[in-house]
């Protein structure tokens, strides 16, 4: 499969590019006599120059055998057992070889519902989604090894299946979101094939577990190229499947991302899941809403982001924080004055609902003086003083607070969650809203 693979049409691997405490785990097990590889999206961003997110291992180690050897270590998963190496607050993930699924599991249906069978190295790279994720490095030869013709096709730039793509889709329908992601941040051309197979199998997406729809999703809107994958999305039809009612205006949306990226470039993993979502959704909830009057406007946010936070069991603290970042749009749009725009300054969300604001520009087109108003409420968020209760004392801020225990509290700020706090997975809306 590999024959016109060729590892010298890259440049050699940067040795200091790799995690050194990989580097520790790789020779560890090496030590123990098993194989050991960097493998999957590593590989691959170091091939191509960038900076990997994280440094996945495999092995011919089973579970146990890697828990044995690391006391620093937990098995974790059901479906797909694999080990956490942890070194300080970093987590590597040591998985076993593992063979793609067999045939006489899935029957007539090739949907994938099990997938823990230990395997081979080559298995393991063939179970893997693109040929560019399917290469292995190997740290202590300095070798890149491909089973799967990955070199040839990051040489050509192109995203193609690992196989049949009909069949690699019907799997798995969320590799159609990854397909997206990986061409638009890597800004490679997706095979015909794949594509063809996409518009073929899109509606599958539906059957895929939504909260990993979800996952895929945030990771889509925090990857380089997020415009570029939205556009994508838009253009085979995913969003009609998945998010039927979020209408964005296409040129804001585009905005949004762009500035997004720019915002956030450098720190992408940690921008919170709620800015996320309040980015995917903005331009959409403030057309809807630009035109309502209304005295509550988070209740009007909330109707809006209901039906989505219900379908993909988004956590209910980044459906409140969301909603609240939105629904303060309204009033960002004034120069702050008076009692109310004092209170605003003071909630949790006040700093995120102007860096919202930010993402997602002027609520109005014709909105000249925007860019003064954020300035004026900058200043105005560093000289407010908390608000006095009715007997004159400052009130502590409110924030986030734990009851003994542990557990959690609700955060500040007006809870209308409602029916969302009661949130359950909903399946995909059908075809046509
Ligand atoms: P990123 O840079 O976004 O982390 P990645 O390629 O490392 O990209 P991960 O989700 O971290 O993506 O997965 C690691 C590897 O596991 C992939 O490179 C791929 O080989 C394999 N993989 C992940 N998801 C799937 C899937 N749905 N089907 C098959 N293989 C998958
Ligand atoms: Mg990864």
């Known amino acids: 499969m590999s024959a016109d693979s060729d590892p010298a049409a890259f440049p050699a691997i940067d040795?200091?590019?790799?995690?050194?405490?990989?580097?520790?785990?790789?020779?560890?097990?090496?030590?123990?006599?098993?194989?050991?590889?960097?493998?999957?999206?590593?590989?691959?961003?170091?091939?191509?120059?960038?900076?990997?997110?994280?440094?996945?291992?495999?092995?011919?180690?089973?579970?146990?055998?890697?828990?044995r050897i690391f006391r620093n270590s937990r098995?974790?998963?059901?479906?797909?057992?694999?080990?956490?190496v942890r070194f300080g607050p970093r987590i590597f993930e040591v998985s076993t070889f593992r063979a793609?699924?067999?045939?006489?599991?899935?029957?007539?249906?090739?949907?994938?519902?099990?997938?823990?069978?230990?395997?081979?190295?080559?298995?393991?790279?063939?179970?893997?989604?693109?040929?560019?994720?399917?290469?292995?490095?190997?740290?202590?030869?300095?070798?890149?090894?491909?089973?799967?013709?990955?070199?040839?096709?990051?040489?050509?730039?192109?995203?193609?299946?690992?196989?049949?793509?009909?069949?690699?889709?019907?799997?798995?329908?969320?590799?159609?979101?990854?397909?997206m992601r990986f061409a638009a941040r890597l800004r490679f051309e997706l095979d015909p094939e794949l594509t063809a197979a996409m518009f073929e199998v899109r509606e599958d997406l539906r059957r895929s577990p939504p909260p990993r729809v979800l996952e895929e999703l945030y990771k889509m809107l925090s990857s380089h190229g997020a415009a570029r994958c939205f556009e994508?999305?838009?253009?085979?039809?995913?969003?009609?499947?998945?998010?039927?009612?979020?209408?964005?205006?296409?040129?804001?949306?585009?905005?949004?991302?762009?500035?997004l990226e720019v915002r956030t470039d450098g720190r992408r993993d940690r921008v919170p899941q709620s800015m996320l979502l309040a980015t995917l959704t903005g331009p959409w909830v403030l057309?809807?809403?630009?035109?309502?009057?209304?005295?509550?406007?988070?209740?009007?946010?909330?109707?809006?982001?209901?039906?989505?936070?219900?379908?993909?069991?988004?956590?209910?603290?980044?459906?409140?924080?969301?909603?609240?970042?939105?629904?303060a749009q309204w009033s960002l749009r004034h120069p702050p004055h008076g009692r109310r725009s004092h209170r605003l300054?003071?909630?949790?969300?006040?700093r995120p609902a102007l860096e919202l604001r930010r993402i997602l520009g002027p609520l109005d087109d014709d909105d000249e003086q925007a860019a003064e108003t954020l300035e004026a409420w900058e200043e105005h968020g560093r000289h407010a003083a908390p608000p006095r209760d009715p007997e004159g004392r400052r009130p502590r801020r409110r924030g986030r607070r734990r009851r003994r225990g542990g557990r959690r509290r609700g955060r500040g700020g007006k809870d209308l969650s409602g029916p969302a706090s009661e949130v359950r997975p909903g399946p995909c809306p059908p075809a046509s809203d």
């Open 345 to 350: 300054t003071y909630l949790e969300s006040f």
């Open 15 to 67: 040795r200091k590019a790799i995690d050194p405490d990989a580097c520790k785990i790789l020779s560890r097990l090496e030590e123990f006599g098993h194989r050991a590889y960097l493998v999957g999206g590593c590989v691959r961003d170091l091939l191509v120059g960038g900076a990997p997110k994280d440094f996945d291992i495999s092995t011919d180690a089973r579970p146990r055998q890697i828990r």
């Open 232 to 259: 994508l999305f838009e253009e085979l039809g995913a969003r009609e499947i998945l998010l039927p009612e979020v209408h964005n205006p296409p040129e804001r949306l585009r905005r949004a991302l762009t500035e």
């Open 100 to 179: 793609p699924p067999a045939e006489a599991d899935q029957g007539d249906d090739p949907y994938i519902t099990r997938d823990n069978v230990f395997g081979t190295e080559e298995q393991d790279a063939v179970r893997r989604d693109f040929t560019i994720n399917g290469l292995f490095y190997d740290v202590s030869r300095r070798k890149v090894i491909d089973h799967v013709g990955g070199l040839r096709d990051l040489g050509q730039r192109c995203v193609r299946t690992i196989g049949d793509s009909l069949l690699r889709l019907r799997e798995d329908p969320v590799r159609i979101l990854r397909a």
């Open 287 to 327: 057309s809807v809403l630009k035109d309502v009057q209304t005295d509550d406007r988070e209740a009007a946010v909330q109707e809006l982001l209901f039906p989505i936070a219900r379908r993909f069991v988004v956590a209910r603290r980044d459906v409140g924080m969301a909603r609240q970042c939105l629904a």
């Open 75 to 84: 098995v974790i998963g059901r479906r797909f057992r694999l080990v956490h």
